[in-house]
């Protein structure tokens, strides 16, 4: 069974740069792409990107030129980068896996992250 | 870009009955649409994947139907755990990963 785990600060300040990792723990690291989703308070679902095992990136394009996410197959880590933060970034950041179906089926418990002076 | 959204964006029902869930996409989709369950403090839960198969222990009571372009997900007698928010969600060529507005299913 797989399991996810986010670590990572819970606080940052406007204009710096959000370092999130996510440890994967059990199955197969290789057969899935492995996501950053967030919601920030009161709002929707939002999908930051997704990384496979080689290193295939896409982003959303609407945080492209902030985000860079990488992986770490001997570790089974995958991290993600988000840049140039504001209050707007505030939100619960979640890792998750898409193990074929084309969806989440595997997701961590989610880290809150504040964006604040 | 296709983009879902959903209706209504609440629903207040009572426990027993059946609640409908509508999700619109722009353009057709085949059937690349899945359906959440997300409760505060815990990740979404996916419940439907390709539009109409339940994922792995999830309930009889929800059924997913739909193709081209309007999707729907029914519960036919709700529960109390099942209030909840909704969420539907597209992989395509691009973006990949989308997501639609939600749905909130609330106690009438």
């Known amino acids: 069974q797989v399991q996810l785990q986010e670590s990572g600060p819970g606080l940052v300040k406007p204009s710096e740069t959000l370092t999130l990792i996510c440890t994967v723990s059990g199955g197969s690291f290789t057969t899935s792409h492995w996501a950053w989703i967030r919601q920030p308070p009161g709002k929707g679902l939002e999908w930051i990107g997704y990384?496979?095992?080689?290193?295939?990136?896409d982003y959303n394009p609407s945080l492209r030129s902030r985000v860079t996410m990488s992986v770490d197959t001997t570790k089974r880590q995958f991290s993600l980068k988000l840049s140039s933060l504001t209050a707007a970034d505030t939100a619960v950041y979640y890792c998750?896996?898409?193990?074929?179906?084309?969806?989440?089926?595997?997701w961590g418990q989610g880290t809150m992250v504040t964006v604040s002076s | 870009e296709i983009v879902l959204t959903q209706s209504p964006a609440t629903l207040s029902l009572s426990p027993g009955e059946r609640a409908t869930l509508s999700c619109r996409a722009s353009q057709t989709i085949g059937a690349s649409l899945f359906w959440y369950q997300k409760k505060p403090g815990q990740p979404p839960r996916l419940l439907i994947y390709d539009a109409s198969y339940r994922a792995t222990g999830i309930p009889a009571r929800f059924r997913g139907s739909g193709s081209g372009t309007d999707f729907t997900l029914t519960i036919s007698s709700l529960e109390p755990e099942d209030f909840a928010v909704y969420f539907c969600q597209l992989r395509s060529t691009w973006p990949p990963y989308s997501f639609g507005p939600g749905t909130k299913l609330e106690i009438k």
């Open positions: 990384i496979s095992h080689s290193g295939k990136t």
């Open positions: 998750a896996g898409d193990e074929a179906l084309g969806a989440f089926g595997v």
